[in-house]
Nanobody, 118 residues
Framework: QVQLVESGGGLVQAGGSLKLSCEVSGRRTFVNYVMGWFRQTPGKEREFVAS???????YYADSVKGRFTISRDNAKNTVYLQMNSLKPEDTAVYYCAAQTGGGTYDYWGQGTQVTVSS
């Protein structure tokens, strides 16, 4: 079993920054996981934000490219999402997820709320 715990959400003004963290526990092969961040607002589908592979290769949604940075510390079993130049439309519950094998995200965190005021 794999557990993911997000932290770092909160309320910030437009133009501000937040850094989300996601600590992974339960197995010793975190280094092999593809880790991702997703977000969801009420009434909408969960959408992809960013992902990162074990060697650091990362991918971003067009809506966050140039503003958000995903990173990972394999020694700490933790993945981060640095969010800069935040916009009100970034307001959502942000979820961390792990691909432990098979190409799909099979473990999810409980989510952390990010609210950006205008």
């Amino acid at each position: 079993q794999v557990q993911l715990v997000e932290s770092g959400g909160g309320l910030v003004q437009a133009g501000g920054s937040l850094k989300l963290s996601c600590e992974v526990s339960g197995r010793r092969t975190f280094v092999n996981y593809v880790m991702g961040w997703f977000r969801q607002t009420p009434g909408k589908e969960r959408e992809f934000v960013a992902s990162i592979r074990w060697f650091g290769g990362s991918y971003y949604a067009d809506s966050v490219k140039g503003r958000f940075t995903i990173s990972r510390d394999n020694a700490k079993n933790t993945v981060y999402l640095q969010m800069n130049s935040l916009k009100p439309e970034d307001t959502a519950v942000y979820y961390c997820a792990a691909q432990t094998g098979g190409g799909t995200y099979d473990y999810w965190g409980q989510g952390t709320q990010v609210t950006v005021s205008s």
